[in-house]
């Protein structure tokens, strides 16, 4: 049962706050091997997800293909362009986008979440390990998805003609966009120390995430008052970013100002995960969590 405020008499729990939100190596590997084998019982599930991933980025670049006539070019993509977007955004999407909001709602609108405070381990690390232990078996359905995709479109891709400085801004950028949207998300589940249901809010919030990360639309296609509203929000820096990094029409101060932007979110990310995380632990422990 759920405890709340109705339901409790307040009192003072004595709860241990974890003293480092990040594991050690040995502990991570632990939790990474526990993870992967948790992971592997759910692979039906994962597809399922997986599918949740693959369908609005694919439905769109079918969209496009029928739309587009001979020399047509939109928002400065031509239909080779369009295609190449929409298989980047599937394959980064499937890989960065993590989900720990769901498991840390979950707990802790079951009242088991206190078992993994209190446990000798990093929170932090505990749910990483989880999500990546998740993204490795939503590749074994990503790459044969991939070289399907590649089959159909072929005559469409080409070799992406991309300075050296704009791929190793591309893997500095990855696994910013994977923490920007690691630790954001988990702010997002901390919410249930709050609110009774949490699932209205996730929609909404993975409604906004749908449109300002790209996914239905290039962002460069989208009206000028969208465009300003999602240069201030962080769902560009999910994934987006790194897909116009590979198309290589970025400045080196574009770059620049991107990796330092992420890294930013990256920041205030975490400072503001702690943030709730510790005053929703507060009042679970004071309602007798």
Same mark, same amino acid.
């Given at each position: 049962?759920?405890?709340?405020?109705?339901?409790?008499?307040?009192?003072?729990?004595?709860?241990?706050?974890?003293?480092?939100?990040?594991?050690s190596t040995r502990k991570?590997?632990?939790l990474l091997l526990a993870?992967?084998?948790?992971? =592997?019982?759910?692979?039906?599930?994962?597809? %399922?997800?997986? @599918?949740?991933? /693959?369908? +609005?980025? $694919?439905?769109?670049?079918?969209?496009?293909?029928?739309?587009?006539?001979?020399?047509?070019?939109?928002?400065?993509?031509?239909?080779?362009?369009?295609?190449?977007?929409?298989?980047?955004?599937?394959?980064?999407?499937?890989?960065?986008?993590?989900?720990?909001?769901?498991?840390?709602?979950?707990?802790?609108?079951?009242?088991t979440y206190g078992q993994?405070?209190?446990?000798?381990?990093?929170?932090?690390?505990?749910? =990483?390990?989880?999500?990546?232990?998740?993204? %490795?078996?939503? @590749?074994?359905? /990503?790459? +044969?998805? $991939?070289?399907?995709?590649?089959?159909?479109?072929?005559?469409?891709?080409?070799?992406?003609?991309?300075?050296?400085?704009?791929?190793?801004?591309?893997?500095?950028?990855?696994?910013?966009?994977?923490?920007?949207?690691?630790?954001?998300?988990?702010?997002?589940?901390?919410?249930?120390?709050?609110?009774?249901?949490?699932?209205?809010?996730?929609?909404?919030?993975?409604?906004?995430?749908?449109?300002?990360?790209?996914?239905?639309?290039?962002?460069?296609?989208?009206?000028?008052?969208?465009?300003?509203?999602?240069?201030?929000?962080?769902?560009?820096?999910?994934?987006?970013?790194?897909?116009?990094?590979?198309?290589?029409?970025?400045?080196?101060?574009?770059?620049?100002?991107?990796?330092?932007?992420?890294?930013?979110?990256?920041?205030?990310?975490?400072?503001?995960?702690?943030?709730?995380?510790?005053?929703?632990?507060?009042?679970?422990?004071?309602?007798?969590?």
């Amino acid at each position: 049962m759920t405890i709340t405020p109705s339901t409790a008499t307040a009192r003072t729990v004595p709860v241990q706050f974890p003293r480092s939100s990040f594991p050690s190596t040995r502990k991570f590997g632990r939790l990474l091997l526990a993870s992967w084998q948790d992971a =592997l019982q759910y692979r039906l599930e994962g597809a %399922v997800w997986f @599918l949740y991933d /693959l369908l +609005p980025p $694919m439905g769109m670049l079918l969209l496009w293909l029928g739309a587009y006539r001979p020399g047509d070019t939109v928002a400065g993509y031509d239909v080779a362009g369009m295609i190449q977007y929409y298989l980047g955004v599937i394959a980064l999407r499937t890989i960065l986008n993590p989900h720990p909001e769901w498991d840390i709602a979950e707990k802790i609108a079951k009242g088991t979440y206190g078992q993994i405070l209190l446990r000798p381990m990093s929170i932090v690390g505990y749910h =990483l390990a989880g999500e990546v232990a998740w993204k %490795v078996v939503r @590749l074994f359905w /990503l790459v +044969p998805s $991939m070289a399907i995709c590649i089959a159909i479109f072929w005559e469409y891709l080409q070799s992406p003609v991309v300075p050296p400085l704009h791929w190793a801004a591309f893997a500095v950028s990855v696994p910013l966009g994977y923490l920007t949207a690691f630790f954001l998300k988990m702010t997002m589940g901390y919410v249930a120390f709050w609110a009774t249901n949490t699932e209205g809010i996730f929609v909404f919030i993975i409604s906004l995430e749908m449109v300002f990360t790209g996914n239905f639309l290039p962002l460069q296609a989208m009206p000028d008052w969208v465009r300003m509203i999602g240069d201030w929000l962080p769902y560009r820096y999910f994934y987006f970013f790194s897909t116009q990094i590979l198309r290589g029409t970025f400045t080196e101060a574009e770059l620049a100002s991107g990796i330092l932007t992420q890294l930013a979110w990256v920041i205030g990310g975490y400072v503001m995960m702690r943030m709730v995380r510790t005053a929703g632990i507060r009042r679970y422990a004071a309602f007798g969590g």
